[in-house]
């Protein structure tokens, strides 16, 4: 079978292996879509937290059911599955208390060990869920939507709340979206004009904001003043994620969704006189895989409009450089392996 192994930073191979063998409980499935996110992009770029190389990218994926054993879910061969790619013990304590996202020893397919950029993979059956009738296209993108559905829920957002999200890439854009289905107000932040006038057009964000010097103030203005109850970084960058508070209500939350490898660094007096609740949010559990499939099932997801991108497996080398250009106006790429 054919896999795309990034062997070190700025260098992918295509290369012919033997097809996997499943072990015990484990289900054998082919892959049809697989969505590019920052994780890889980093990776390609050489700058991604806990990696190491040689290393088969790839977490965001559809995939069907070639053989599969008994399971608790009644999955059967030909079925279509989504995949949850974070691959958890069982026995730590975070396990335990149902928080298997941030498992004490969790490894996350495509940066921990290899994951599914190519045409089969074998997994243990409790970490697929049935796509129900999903288009290969939706299976690939519920993995990124879950890390803003478990957000959301980390930051206990209800109708009630003005959220402010910096940051209008793919997770940024997921936390909106299911913030609007939510029924609370959606505030948009980015440096990248581009940006905000994608989220306002291709996803109804009316209020958009340019995170410069005086965003602050916007936001206040935006609010009547109250800022707002709710602010997610999905940026990662160590700028936005020391300044994002300013943003934020007195009382309110600060939910921190973006992985930066730097030390951060807050004025505790802005902090403490809000009595700011600090959350981070890492990953996503099967409730929020749950949420989002039935989100996508009932169309309340605009899915052509969030992949912008989509080339077939033998394209996929000579593309992935571009990704990593914001110029190219990239927010989802995907690769199609279908006819690999």
Known sequence: MKRITCR?????????VAAPAPGPGEA???IHRVGICGTDLHAFQGNQAFFTYPRVLGHELSASIISIGLND???????????????????????????????????????HVDGGMQEEITLDSKYLLSAGTLSEEEIAIVEPLAIGAHALRRGGVTSDDTI???????????????????????IALDT?????????????????VLANDGAGAQVKSITGGNLATVVFDATGNRRALESGHQYMAYGGRYVLVGLSKDELSFRHPEIHAKETT????????????????????????????????????PEM???????????????????DWTNS
């Open 164 to 186: 402010a999200v910096v940051g209008c890439g793919p997770i940024g854009i997921g936390i909106m979206a299911l913030a609007r289905t939510l029924g609370c107000r959606v």
């Open 73 to 111: 879910q009644g999955l059967r061969a030909g079925d279509p599955v989504i995949i949850m790619p974070y691959l958890f013990c069982g026995h730590c304590l975070a396990c335990r208390s149902g928080k298997t996202n941030c498992c004490q020893n969790l490894s996350v397919l495509g940066v």
């Open 278 to 313: 600090l959350l981070c949010s890492r990953n996503a559990t099967r409730e929020d895989f749950e949420w989002v499939r039935q989100t996508l099932e009932n169309g309340e997801f605009p899915t052509r409009e969030y992949i912008t991108h989509q080339v077939p497996f």
């Open 192 to 208: 990248n004009p581009a940006r905000l006038d994608f989220v306002k057009q291709a996803f109804g964000v009316a209020d958009t």
């Open 317 to 335: 080398i000579e593309h992935f450089d571009s990704w990593t250009q914001p110029d190219t106006g990239v927010i989802k790429a995907m690769v």
């Open 8 to 16: 070190e930073p700025g260098t992918f191979v295509l290369e012919e």
């Open 28 to 30: 054998h499935l082919r």
